[in-house]
């Protein structure tokens, strides 16, 4: 079997990677394609969560296990499966179950903060940013956290504010320098899907 073409998609929260990263496997197929997400990575906050949009910075790079994802990926380069974890937003904790990885053709990782990792990116064969407009960031992930995960408007605003925004400046935004593509969601982004999901078809998938 080929080794796995690792493709890191970030950008800020709200930015477009995820629905891209989404987008992007349905073309290439479950069958050759899976998605990693850095959100499987946090450590446990158990201990010191402390209600919504309190104390607890998940946008800062030192509450994801970035050793633990990048092994991950180097097991998947060898032709290995892992056990991916699972966390729980509930209990602030990770499940007991697990989620199997399997060494497909493509393996997008998606995340904020994979691009600032160096243990990470080492193993990332292409690296793309989603370059969004703040306004329209905050509006997508207001709109997804009250409404698809049941937080108060004041909570999501407040982490916004003094979580989310200064972590985005001070590691999400300089890590773009490190990507290959640089996406503008607004004008970009179905040129960007239908170019790669063709190269990526023609490079690795249509190849026996």
């Known amino acids: 079997m080929q080794r796995p073409h690792i493709i890191g998609v970030a ?7 995820t629905h891209f990263a989404k987008e992007l496997q349905q073309r290439l197929g479950d069958a050759h394609c899976a998605i990693i997400y850095q959100d499987n990575y946090y450590i446990d906050q158990s201990a010191k969560f402390d209600g919504d949009g309190g104390s607890v910075n998940f946008d800062h790079p030192s509450s994801l296990d970035f050793t633990m994802l990048a092994s991950g990926l180097r097991t998947l380069k060898s032709g290995g499966t892992l056990q991916i974890p699972i966390y729980d937003f509930c209990t602030h904790s990770r499940k007991k179950e697990t989620l199997l990885g399997e060494p497909k053709k493509v393996i997008i990782v998606d995340g904020i903060l994979i691009l600032h990792s160096d243990e990470v990116r080492a193993e990332l064969d292409e690296m793309i940013f989603f370059d969004t407009p703040e306004e329209l960031r905050f509006q997508r992930r207001f709109n997804r956290d009250v409404h698809e995960r049941g937080r108060t408007p004041e909570g999501v605003k407040k982490q916004f504010e003094l979580q989310v925004r200064p972590m985005h400046d001070q590691f999400v935004e300089p890590s773009k320098d490190h990507a290959h ?14 170019q790669i999901a063709e190269r990526l078809t023609n490079r690795l998938i249509a190849t026996v």
């Open 181 to 194: 593509l640089i996406v503008k969601d607004l004008g970009d982004y179905s040129i960007a899907l239908k």
């Open 11 to 17: 950008g800020g929260s709200g930015s477009g990677k």
